[in-house]
C-alpha cells in the first residue's frame, strides 16, 4: 500500500515535472523526492518518469498511475475536509444570495431555521442580478445561490419553489389581449434574450431557439438585468417568457403578462460549486428544504 506523502510527491511531480519545483510545494530537498520516486518505482517495477538533464516526462505508466491516483486523493483530501469540519460543527461564516425579489422570502425562510440550529455560523444575504449570478458562484463570493433552474454546470438541491410561466409583452401589443397564449406564438415574435453569461441550458429554457413545433425562434436584443429586459419588452422590442410571480414584483402599467397554456411550470432552488459542497452547504441546504416543504400532493407557486 502507498503512503500518503509517497502519493502526494508522485501527483506534485507529475503535475510540475521538475523536481525542484516539486520540492519547493512540498517543503523538502530535492533530494528527498528523488529518493520518494525511485523508491516508488521499485515498488511499482517500471519507471515513472524519464529523466534528462533538460526534460521529466510521465512514460505511460506513469501516467496511467498518476490517472488513476488523482480522483482516490482528492477523494481522501475531501473525506477529512468533511470530518474536520464535522468534529467542529457548523461554525464559520455562509454567503447565501438569491436571483429576483420573489425568491427572497423563502431564502429568508432558510436562513431564520438555519440560524437557529447553527448560530455560531453567520451567515451574510446579498442579492446578485443576471450578469453576475454564476460569477459569484465561481469567484466564491457567494456560497449558495437561490435562483431558477436549469443551473448547469453546479450542484443542485431540490426545487423549493414552482410557478407558472406567463408570455411578458408590451401593453399595446395584440397578445395582451389573449386570454391565453401557446408557445407556438414565438415562432411569431421576436424573444428578449437573457445576458451572455447565462447558462446555456438555462437559456434553450427560457428563450428556445425553436418552437414545440419546430419552427426557429427569432432572437430579440439582450438585457444585463431582469428590469432591463422587462423594459425591452415595454419598448416593444420583443415578448418573453417569464414566471407567473413577476406580474405581482414587476407590476408595470407598459408590459402585460399572459398566461403560456403548454409551457411546463418554472422551479427554483439552491446552487453551489460540487467542490463547495461544505457542511455549512448541506446544513443550509437541508434547512432550506425543510423550512421551505410543500404539503404533500400540492403543487406550490413561488413565494
Known amino acids: 500500500m502507498l503512503e500518503r506523502y509517497e502519493?502526494?510527491?508522485?501527483?506534485?511531480l507529475a503535475e510540475e515535472l521538475h523536481f525542484g519545483r516539486t520540492g519547493i510545494r512540498l517543503g523538502v530537498t530535492t533530494g528527498r523526492v528523488s529518493h520518494v520516486i525511485r523508491r516508488l518505482e521499485r515498488r511499482v517495477g517500471a519507471p515513472l518518469f524519464?529523466?534528462?538533464?533538460?526534460?521529466?516526462?510521465?512514460?505511460?505508466?506513469?501516467?496511467?498511475?498518476?490517472d488513476d491516483l488523482a480522483p482516490l486523493a482528492a477523494a481522501m483530501d475531501e473525506a477529512v475536509r468533511r470530518a474536520v469540519e464535522a468534529g467542529r460543527g457548523v461554525t464559520g461564516s455562509l454567503r447565501v444570495a438569491f436571483l429576483g425579489e420573489w425568491t427572497a422570502p423563502a431564502l429568508l425562510k432558510a436562513v431564520t431555521l438555519f440560524a437557529k440550529r447553527h448560530p455560531e455560523c453567520a451567515v451574510e444575504v446579498r442579492e446578485v442580478q443576471l450578469y453576475?449570478?454564476?460569477?459569484?458562484?465561481?469567484?466564491?463570493?457567494?456560497?449558495?445561490?437561490?435562483?431558477?433552474?436549469?443551473?448547469?454546470?453546479?450542484?443542485?438541491?431540490?426545487?423549493?419553489?414552482?410557478?407558472?410561466?406567463?408570455?411578458?409583452?408590451?401593453?399595446g401589443h395584440p397578445?395582451?389581449?389573449?386570454?391565453?397564449?401557446?408557445?407556438?406564438?414565438?415562432?411569431?415574435?421576436?424573444?428578449?434574450?437573457?445576458?451572455?453569461?447565462?447558462?446555456?441550458?438555462?437559456?434553450?429554457?427560457?428563450?428556445?431557439?425553436?418552437?414545440?413545433?419546430?419552427?426557429?425562434?427569432?432572437?430579440?436584443?439582450?438585457?444585463?438585468?431582469?428590469?432591463e429586459m422587462l423594459t425591452l419588452v415595454a419598448m416593444g422590442r420583443g415578448v418573453l417568457p417569464v414566471g407567473e410571480h413577476t406580474r405581482h414584483?414587476?407590476?408595470r402599467p407598459d408590459v402585460a403578462y399572459v398566461p403560456i397554456r403548454d409551457a411546463p411550470p418554472i422551479e427554483r432552488g439552491l446552487v453551489w460549486r460540487e467542490d463547495n459542497t461544505t457542511e455549512r452547504v448541506r446544513e443550509f441546504v437541508?434547512?432550506?428544504?425543510?423550512?421551505?416543504r410543500r404539503p404533500p400532493g400540492r403543487l406550490v407557486s413561488g413565494t
Open 175 to 227: 397578445l395582451a389581449r389573449e386570454e391565453t397564449v401557446s408557445l407556438e406564438v414565438l415562432g411569431d415574435h421576436p424573444v428578449v434574450q437573457y445576458p451572455a453569461v447565462t447558462s446555456a441550458a438555462f437559456k434553450r429554457d427560457r428563450t428556445p431557439p425553436c418552437t414545440p413545433g419546430g419552427r426557429p425562434v427569432p432572437a430579440g436584443p439582450a438585457g444585463s438585468t431582469f428590469s
Open 249 to 251: 414584483y414587476y407590476p
Open 7 to 12: 502519493i502526494e510527491a508522485f501527483l506534485t
Open 132 to 171: 453576475d449570478s454564476r460569477p459569484s458562484l465561481v469567484d466564491g463570493s457567494v456560497d449558495v445561490l437561490l435562483a431558477a433552474y436549469p443551473f448547469d454546470g453546479m450542484a443542485c438541491g431540490p426545487a423549493l419553489l414552482t410557478e407558472a410561466r406567463v408570455l411578458a409583452v408590451a401593453a
Open 286 to 292: 437541508r434547512a432550506a428544504s425543510e423550512a421551505n
Open 50 to 66: 524519464t529523466r534528462t538533464s533538460r526534460v521529466v516526462r510521465l512514460t505511460p505508466i506513469g501516467r496511467q498511475l498518476a
